[in-house]
């Protein structure tokens, strides 16, 4: 057996030559013992195959007046009593008495699932020898090996094509039409090829005019250059040289679309609009390559530097350099999706990368990785999925969130703790201690207490060292005057409240040039607790203050249902009757209206929590709700106000003209479950699936024939097997009238 082998020429062409049975791989697939079948499968040959036979254009006296056994072909010159199949060939073909594109002869064999592109030129007139000439192969008879057929079969070819549009020159044989003859056109038509396996085999791209290609090919060195501007599925924005760096290309127009099988120069302004796996590419000085939101680009690994920006890259959607691949910026990255790093990213002098503030930069491996040199000072969002570690090289500041998902990282960095200055962020402190499961985000609107300054983190994650039972961990709070509101710091020292305790101040507290900065030496749950999940806010201690007994917490949120949760907690209450909520459109107490009864209260020591819904069917805008604490002796105190914005999800979408499309999801991000809403404008096959951030399908949520018109579902969050999720960001994908459309959530748990 003779498997996934090729024939190539790395930088030009090439020639075979032989004086009987010869092909571009293989000279004879023969056997004659007939119970034995040699195969070659999974192989390609792209040379030109040619005679070196003495009286190739006659009968040679030496092999005592037989000319059969000059045959040549592009795979293979005879394949007598084997089977050829899942292989092609292209090239030219020439002298001999059997000539095919593929083979010369196929003699009580077959030649299953192949296609030849080749010119075929006959040497020898061969119709007194029942020689012959084809696209495909020069001559087919006797009968199929044992297990391909019945005892009567003869030689086969089967589900097999060539193209007719090259030329085939009989010198006086027979031309044979054994295969299909197909044009361009059809071979660029999937359905051309019966009982072809274009999952495991075959690798078919709909936008690219050619033939299909075998998986995992070794790299065929194409070399692609654009020569005008435009979109990237235009075919005329292209050309190719079979050379590899060799000036001038070729005015053969042809579209880069194959994993692994070409090297791309992007030599003008160019737009990615759909999704591609590729290898070798550079980006010249002075030029641009931006993908588009809903398009995802893999660098896979290939030959040298898989990818070398020295121009401009703009990612809007998802890009991920893959596992040990090699990206080298020497230019600028405009990031603006989700860069997902599973290889090395190498940053040269001069190189830049800007993100907006919904990026996320994205490191996930199966090897230890570095940021490297040159990494950018600043990032929005970061997160970190990487068993084997990653290392920080230089400082650098997440102007968003940081996700630890799994795995441990070592270095200095700051993330942003109020994303609405640059300024307010959390440091976390270098030590031997690693955060696992780790998350940082904040509230840019938080509930202000009396005594607490506007400023609030929510963070979670554990110490993954089992040696240590809930180990320490330095963290640092910055924040801006501005965030102060009305506090001056200059004589009142301030206290961290890690949910509804106040922890001790390890460190001294700063106030330098309007920051503040405050140091606590928080004690993290251990892996046992499952990631504990902590909120922090800014207060007064008790020198300068105190915060409420009574009341410690008061806050808003959504229910799955679109309907409004109100929280609160006490520390202790004495005499308190209950409570009572008011709420209003405005932030004005006066202008409220109470729209509880009386919430009894329990009048003890111990802490206690609250909860109440309103369920009110609430039109789309801002709502203000206050909390009163009634005594029994008639006195009440009001805090708040809380508020939040509502969108009416209430209104019949079916009175609007349906087209095909997905409609916001809500809540989003949500917890644990949303609602999704999606048109079709017509009817037709109907798929709806969830893909992650790495461009894995994990949930298929419709796959049928729909009518046209609005449709709602709930996902819950769970994959095809209805395990849960983790939390991140997840994209909602639908196909219909052959379009996709892409909508983007966030799971948060």
Same mark, same amino acid.
Request: aromatic share 10%.
């Given at each position: 057996m003779i498997s996934r082998c090729y024939a190539h020429a790395d930088g030009g062409s090439a020639t075979v030559s032989g004086l009987g049975a010869t092909g571009g791989l293989v000279g004879a697939n023969n056997s004659v013992r007939k119970k034995q079948v040699p195969m070659i499968r999974f192989c390609w040959a792209e040379v030109n195959v040619s005679s070196t036979h003495p009286n190739h254009s006659g009968i040679n006296p030496a092999d005592n007046g037989n000319p059969y056994n000059i045959k040549y072909g592009g795979i293979v010159g005879c394949n007598e009593n084997g089977t050829t199949f899942d292989s092609h060939a292209s090239g030219n073909i020439s002298e001999g008495d059997r000539v095919g594109g593929l083979a010369g002869c196929t003699i009580d064999g077959?030649?299953?699932?192949?296609?030849?592109?080749?010119?075929? $030129?006959?040497?020898?007139?061969s119709t007194a020898w029942e020689g012959g000439i084809g696209g495909l192969t020069g001559r087919v008879d006797g009968k199929l090996p044992p297990g391909l057929g019945g005892f009567q079969s003869s030689g086969s070819v089967l589900n097999s094509y060539y193209d007719n549009g090259f030329s085939i020159n009989s010198a006086g044989g027979p031309i044979q039409t054994i295969g299909s003859t197909s044009s361009n056109a059809m071979l660029n038509?999937? $359905?051309?090829y019966v009982n072809w396996d274009f999952v495991n085999t075959w690798v078919w791209n709909a936008e690219n005019p050619g033939y299909p290609y075998l998986s995992g090919n070794t790299p065929i060195l194409y070399h692609y250059k654009t020569f005008s501007s435009g979109n990237w599925s235009n075919t005329g924005n292209w050309q190719r040289s079979l050379e590899k760096n060799v000036a001038p290309y070729s005015a053969t127009t042809i579209y880069p679309g194959f994993t692994n099988s070409n090297s791309i120069i992007v030599d003008t302004d160019m737009t990615l609009d759909v999704t591609r796996d590729l290898d070798q590419m550079t980006i010249n000085a002075g030029k641009s390559l931006t993908t588009n939101s809903d398009t995802r680009m893999t660098i896979e690994n290939g030959r040298d530097t898989d990818l070398e920006n020295n121009g401009t890259l703009t990612m809007n959607g998802l890009m991920e350099v893959g596992q040990s691949a090699e990206f080298v910026n020497n230019g600028a990255i405009e990031l603006n999706g989700y860069l997902v790093n599973s290889g090395t990213i190498t940053w040269g002098a001069g190189s830049s990368m800007t993100c907006s503030p919904t990026s996320i930069l994205a490191f996930n491996a199966a090897e230890a990785q570095a940021t490297g040199n040159g990494f950018p000072d600043e990032i929005s969002n970061l997160e970190i999925d990487n068993s084997y570690g990653l290392t920080f090289t230089e400082p650098f500041t997440i102007n968003g969130s940081l996700i630890m998902v799994k795995g441990s990282y070592s270095g200095s960095f700051y993330t942003d703790g109020y994303q609405a200055a640059a300024t307010s962020f959390l440091e976390? *402190?270098?030590?031997?201690?690693?955060?696992?499961?780790?998350s940082a985000t904040s509230i840019a609107s938080p509930d202000l207490y009396?005594?607490? #300054?506007?400023?609030? &983190?929510?963070i979670s994650g554990y110490i993954d060292d089992s040696t240590e039972a809930n180990p320490k961990k330095t963290l640092s709070f910055y924040w801006t005057?501005?965030?102060?509101e009305s506090f001056d710091w200059t004589e009142i020292t301030p206290a961290l409240y890690v949910g509804i305790s106040t922890t001790g101040i390890t460190g001294t507290f700063t106030n330098n040039d309007g920051i503040g900065k405050l140091v606590v030496s928080y004690t993290f749950p251990d892996a046992s607790k499952n990631a504990a999940k902590e909120t922090f806010k800014i207060g007064l201690n008790e020198e300068g203050g105190t915060l409420p007994v009574e009341l410690s917490a008061f806050t808003i949120s959504l229910t799955p249902q679109n309907e409004v949760k109100l929280q609160w907690a006490t520390q202790s209450e004495t005499n308190v009757m209950g409570f009572q909520i008011y709420r209003a459109t405005v932030n004005d107490l006066e202008q409220s209206q109470k729209i509880s009864s009386m919430i009894s209260a329990t009048n003890t020591s111990q802490m206690q929590n609250y909860l109440w819904i309103d369920k009110e069917n609430l039109a789309s805008g801002r709502y203000y709700y206050w909390l009163e604490s009634v005594d029994y002796d008639g006195s009440s105190d009001y805090y708040g106000p809380v508020n939040i914005f509502l969108e009416d999800h209430s209104a019949d979408i079916s009175t609007i003209p349906p087209v095909s499309c997905i409609s916001k999801n809500f809540p989003n991000p949500f917890n644990p479950d949303t609602s999704i809403i !999606?048109?079709?404008?017509? =009817?037709?096959? #109907?798929?709806?699936?969830? !893909?992650?951030?790495?461009?894995?399908?994990?949930?298929?949520? #419709?796959? =049928?024939?729909?009518?046209? *018109? &609005?449709?709602?579902?709930?996902?819950? *969050? $769970?994959?095809?097997?209805?395990? $849960?999720?983790?939390?991140? #960001? !997840? !994209?909602?994908?639908?196909? =219909?009238e052959g379009k996709h459309y892409l909508r983007k959530t966030t799971l948060m748990k």
């Open positions: 077959a030649i299953i699932r192949c296609w030849a592109a080749a010119n075929v $030129s006959q040497g020898i007139s038509i999937l $359905s051309t976390i *402190g270098e030590n031997d201690k690693l955060i696992s499961d780790f009396p005594d607490f #300054v506007g400023r609030e &983190w929510i005057a501005a965030d102060d !999606y048109g079709l404008g017509k =009817a037709g096959p #109907v798929s709806l699936e969830v !893909y992650n951030i790495r461009g894995q399908r994990v949930r298929k949520l #419709v796959d =049928a024939e729909q009518q046209e *018109g &609005w449709y709602k579902l709930i996902w819950d *969050g $769970s994959d095809d097997r209805q395990q $849960s999720l983790p939390s991140g #960001v !997840y !994209y909602l994908r639908l196909n =219909a």
